[in-house]
């Protein structure tokens, strides 16, 4: 199956980027970002120590074991503590192993091309792909779109807070010894910060119709 990779930093547009992509090309889409921020949601409610790569591993295995599990987005999910926490379990080898693993079996059962939106997806888990994608905004960009996802759910953020967590996040996963945030040499960087999600989607497709039949 063809993947198309779209790496970039949080509140970046990837989410919306990818899902509007997935409609135009028939794709089946995975947010991989979904994922780290289930497995950090899983770890906070068991109530291990984030700094216990062990501890979070052996969690985390038990709840991917569950022939079940779907990943599903929530309110839950979409907060900053679980975000915070999916960053700092982020950086464990074994918690990125699992997390692979599950996007390339994903792949691997597929029944048609897939888009997986994440932070090392183009670098890490699907090197080979022929479609890499780097999404990219300015930290005040992405802070006043993250802010006003908040606001639509009824929550009131500090919108110089969730600037510095932003660029706390970027910091943490551009620093991390594993797999750290970077586009991949041969990526297509799309900076978003002055353009709606409708003109960063038609620029790719512009990009990709030399390649692919939509």
């Not at 906070?44 to 216990?52: M, N, S, Y």
Request: aromatic share 8%; hydrophobic share 35%.
């Amino acid at each position: 199956m063809d993947v198309i990779t779209i790496d970039g930093p949080s509140a970046a547009g990837k989410g919306t980027i990818g899902s509007k992509l997935s409609q135009h090309l028939g794709c089946y889409y995975l947010d991989s970002g979904l994922l780290y921020r289930q497995l950090a949601a899983w770890a906070l409610e068991a109530g291990v120590d984030l700094t216990d790569e062990l501890a979070v591993c052996d969690i985390i295995k038990d709840k991917l074991s569950d022939v079940n599990f779907k990943l599903e987005s929530s309110d839950r999910l979409r907060s900053s503590e679980v975000s915070d926490a999916a960053s700092k379990i982020g950086v464990f080898r074994s918690v990125r192993d699992r997390a692979n693993q599950y996007q390339r079996d994903y792949v691997a059962a597929s029944q048609n091309s897939v888009i997986i939106d994440g932070r090392d997806a183009g670098t890490v888990v699907f090197p080979e792909a022929k479609f890499k994608l780097f999404v990219t905004a300015t930290p005040d960009v992405r802070a006043r779109r993250r802010c006003a996802q908040l606001m639509e759910r009824g929550y009131t953020p500090d919108l110089k807070s969730l600037e510095g967590e932003i660029v706390q996040r970027d910091l943490r996963d551009q620093k991390r010894e594993i797999a750290p945030l970077k586009a991949a040499p041969d990526a297509y960087i799309i900076d978003t910060t002055e353009e709606t999600s409708d003109e960063s989607v038609q620029r790719i497709l512009k990009y990709l119709e030399k390649y692919l039949v939509t």
